[in-house]
């Protein structure tokens, strides 16, 4: 199958099911077009995944096209912004039909969730390697950073931590238990804060993606902003799989695993309150900003080590 013939066959579609009405154009001419409404800035941010490093060697192809997008997607969900559209450059090593079939069942699933459509790419021969750019917008001026923090804000977060690292020793697992099974969906099947992060703009002071575990990821904003950060570890939400499976070790995991997609916001407490009992709903609070810099953790038991933390108590 040559590549307009495949280009034809399995993306084309997508990009018809999708349709954005900011999208002008689609896959088929030498770009695509955008039309960024007056009053809305354009975000849009790339994410490059490759075989054997961001994913594991004979990964479900639907599954890849699904968490491929959702994790590009994520960015965008950081920023608060409306996801509009996405290019997708695809390096294969060879154009198998059924492989190609169920990532685009995939990444055509994750497009209708997120309201994100294929608006081009690019096709090449090589080792299993796919770049994602994603385009949204946010009203002018009103995009979510991560250098608003100020001392005082909460710290908030969407969701529960740890378990798509905690799924990583089962990705193999031929008949994983309904636990395993629980933690291995977090993996495979992330989901975004799309919708979140937009009912976050002009609340939050400022917000990220947790890609690579809430510690790292919370220091992002710290270092942006900066300030520093007391969190009560105690206060960190963990799913019932996750201490199931492991007990006093679910809160290091949740610390400082990655691939969970969940939201680490920072809201002053007066946004807090003006916020929607729904949206609340949605967030924990699990510390404060401080002026002082550095990352300071209460609570949790003394002598878990986590990486670059000694132990609880101690200040990085
Ligand atoms: P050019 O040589 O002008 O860059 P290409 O041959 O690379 O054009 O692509 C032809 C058309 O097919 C373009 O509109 C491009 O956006 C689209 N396209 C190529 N690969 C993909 C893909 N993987 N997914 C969606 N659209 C694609
Ligand atoms: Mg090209």
């Known amino acids: 199958m040559g590549e307009f013939e495949l ?114 790419g690019d096709t090449t021969r090589g080792p299993l390697t796919l770049s994602i750019q994603v385009h949204g917008t946010v009203a002018e001026g009103k995009c979510l950073r991560r250098s608003g923090a100020a001392p005082g804000d909460l710290v908030c977060v969407s969701g529960t931590f740890g378990d798509a690292g905690a799924a990583l020793p089962y990705l193999d697992t031929v008949k994983p238990s309904p636990l395993q099974k629980a933690v291995l969906t977090q993996y495979h099947h992330p989901q975004p804060r799309v919708t979140l992060g937009q009912q976050l703009v002009g609340y939050a002071s400022a917000a990220i993606d947790v890609s690579d575990g809430l510690l790292a990821d919370l220091q992002h904003v710290l270092a942006a902003s900066g300030v520093g950060a007391r969190v009560q570890v105690d206060e960190v939400p963990l799913s019932a799989a996750l201490q199931e499976l492991h007990g006093n070790k679910a809160i290091e995991l949740a610390l400082t695993a990655g691939d969970d997609y969940q939201l680490c916001v920072t809201i002053s407490p007066g946004q807090w309150s003006r916020l929607s009992e729904q949206v609340r709903a949605e967030l924990t609070v699990i510390g404060q900003i401080e002026a002082e810099p550095g990352l300071r953790l209460e609570g949790g038991e003394e002598g878990i080590s986590i990486q670059g933390f000694d132990h609880f108590g101690r200040t990085v």
Request: net charge negative; with cysteine.
């Open 7 to 120: 280009i034809r066959q399995f993306f084309q579609p997508l990009a018809a099911a999708g349709g954005s009405s900011q999208l002008l154009l689609g896959p088929g001419d030498d770009c695509a077009i955008q039309r960024v409404p007056p009053g809305r800035d354009l975000v849009f941010s790339v994410d490059t995944l490759v075989e054997g490093v961001h994913f594991p060697e004979r990964y479900s192809p639907f599954n890849l096209g699904w968490r491929s997008l959702a994790v590009a997607a994520s960015d965008l969900a950081a920023m608060g912004a409306v996801p509009v559209c996405f290019t997708l450059a695809l390096t294969l090593p060879e154009a198998n039909e059924h492989w190609l079939s169920d990532f685009a069942e995939g990444l055509a699933k994750a497009s209708a969730a997120f309201g994100i459509t294929l608006a081009g």
